[in-house]
C-alpha cells in the first residue's frame, strides 16, 4: 500500500476564505480535531504574516504531537526565521517555503528574472533546511508555468535538500486532463527523489477533480481543506478527496490515508460552526442534504437494497441517525454521556457536567431534543474562550415610534451590571445596551440567524460578525436560545469574549 499524505490548510488558506478569520482558541480547537482525524500536516497559518498567526501557529505547536506542523513561508529569510521559531515546540514540524514561477507573476508581481528566483529558492530552502530537517517547496502559479523551468528550479531546491514539492494551481486554471498531463510529466522527471504535491484552488469547479487527476499521475500528498474553504472559490476539500479515494478501491487499490474518515461530518460541523460558514446544502459528503433521499422511487430503492442509490454510507463519514430525536427530560446523565460520544464528542468531566445542566435546562422549555441541539449545547459548553462577559438577563419592549427599548444585566468577574438603551428595533436596542455596559464601540458587519433542528421551538441559532474599536478584522460570535433575541445578546458577547482573549493573548 502506498500512502497519499493530507495536508490540512484550513487554518492556512482557508482561513482566506473572505470572512473566515478565527481567533487562537478556535485555530487550537480545530488542529485538535485535525489530529484527531488523522492528517499527516497542519499547515497552522503564515508565521510571519501576523502576530496572532505566530502565536496561533506556536500554541498549536506545543499541543498537537502526532501530525506535523507546518508553517508557510515566503522565500525571504524573515519569513523562514519567524516560521522555524513558530513551529519549534512541535515533535514533528515542517516549514513550507514559496516563491512565483509563472512568467506574469515573475515579471509583474516580483519583479525578478527566472535565474533570480531559482537562486532565491536554493537559499530558502537551505536557510529552512538549518532549521528542519522536513522542507516542503511550492512554486506558485505553477500550472501557469513554463514546463522547463519547473523542471529546472524543482531540481535545484531537491538538490539542497526539498523533500515535498507542491504544484499549486493558484488560479484554478487548469481542466484535469491537463492537470493529469504536467504532474505525469514532473513525475516522470522527479521519479523518487522528493514527493509530488496537489494544491488545487477551484474557481472553475475542478479542485477535487484536478487533485485527483494528479494522484492518477503519480502525485502523492494533497492540500486541501475541511468545507472547501480557501481563498476566493476555495481550496480541495479534504472529506472528497479522501471519500473518493476510499470509496473507488476499484481505482485506488494501492493507495491509502491515514484519515479516520469517521471524524469527518464531526470535523465539518466544527469549522462551519466556528468560521459561521455552513456548507451549502448539496455539498459533497457534508452538506445537509449528501445522504437525503426525497424522490419516493429512490427511498423505495434505498429500502430494498441499500447500494441501489447509496454509494457510501452515511455512519462511514461520521453521521449517525438522521438529526434524530433523541433524549428526554428524564434521560439521566450517562445516556446523555452515551449519546455524545456516539454522535463522536470528547469532552472532560467538567465539560460534560456542564453540557448536562444545560440539556436539562433545554429539556425545560423544549418538548424535543434533536441531534442538532445537542451539537449546538456543546459547542458552546466546551469553548476554551474565557467568559468574561456573561447574560444574567434580558428584556425588551416596544416604544412609540418603533423604538424597542432593552434592559440588560450581564455579569462580569463576579459583579453584575444593569442598563437599559433604546434602538431602532429590538436588535439595535439589545446591542447598543451591551455597548453601554461593556464599554467597547464596535460595528456590527453581519448578522445570521437560523432554526436549529425543527418544531416551532427549535433554538435559535444567531452568528455575528463584528469589527472592534481597532478595526482588525471582524471577529465571529456565536448564540443558541430557545430565545432569539437572547441568543442574539448572547453571540454579540461571545464575540466581544473571542477578542478580549485574542487581545490579552497578544499581548
Ligand atoms: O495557492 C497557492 O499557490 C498557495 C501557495 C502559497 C502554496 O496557497
Ligand atoms: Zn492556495
Known sequence: MEMVKILDTTLRDGEQSP???????????????????????????????????????????????????????????GDIEVAAKAIMPAPLKRIHTFIATSPIHMEYKLKMKPEQVIQRAVEAVKLAKSFVEDVEFSCEDACRSDMSFLKEILDAVVEVGAKTLNIPDTVGYRLPHEMGAIIAELHQHIQNRAILSMHCHNDLGFATANSIAGILSGARQIECT???????????????????????????????????????????????????????????????????????IHQDGILKHRETYEIMRPSDVGIVGENN????????????????????????NEELQ??????????????????????????????????????????VSSCSHNHHCAAISIAKEGAVYSDSALGNGSVD??????????GFASRLKDY?????????????????KVEFEDGKGAIIGRGVDVDTMNATAKAYLSALNSYLSMKQFLS
Open 19 to 77: 470572512g473566515a478569520s478565527m481567533n487562537i482558541e478556535e485555530k487550537i480547537q480545530i488542529a485538535l480535531q485535525l489530529e484527531h482525524l488523522g492528517v499527516d500536516v497542519i499547515e497552522a497559518g503564515f508565521a510571519a504574516s501576523s502576530p496572532g498567526d505566530f502565536e496561533a501557529i506556536n500554541q498549536i505547536a506545543k499541543q498537537i504531537t502526532t501530525s506535523s506542523i507546518c508553517s508557510l513561508a515566503r522565500a525571504v529569510p
Open 325 to 348: 430525536l433523541v433524549l428526554g427530560k428524564h434521560s439521566g446523565r450517562a445516556a446523555f454521556k452515551d449519546k455524545i460520544v456516539s454522535m463522536g464528542y470528547r469532552v472532560s
Open 429 to 438: 436596542s439589545i446591542l447598543k445596551t451591551i455597548d453601554r455596559i461593556s
Open 448 to 464: 445570521k440567524v437560523e432554526a436549529l433542528s425543527r418544531g416551532k421551538d427549535a433554538l435559535a441559532k444567531v452568528v455575528v
Open 354 to 395: 456542564k453540557a448536562f445542566e444545560r440539556f436539562k435546562e433545554l429539556c425545560d422549555s423544549k418538548k424535543e431534543i434533536f441531534d442538532d441541539d445537542i451539537r449546538a449545547i456543546l459547542s458552546e459548553e466546551t469553548t476554551h474562550i474565557p467568559q468574561i462577559f456573561v447574560l444574567e438577563s434580558l428584556q
Open 226 to 296: 475541511i468545507n472547501g474553504l480557501g481563498e476566493r472559490a476555495g481550496n480541495t476539500a479534504l472529506e472528497e478527496v479522501v471519500m473518493i479515494l476510499k470509496t473507488r478501491k476499484d481505482l485506488f487499490s494501492n493507495l491509502q490515508t491515514r484519515i479516520r474518515t469517521q471524524e469527518i461530518y464531526s470535523t465539518s460541523n466544527l469549522v462551519a460552526n466556528i468560521t459561521g460558514i455552513r456548507p451549502q446544502p448539496n455539498k459533497a459528503i457534508v452538506g445537509k442534504n449528501a445522504f437525503a433521499h426525497e424522490s419516493g
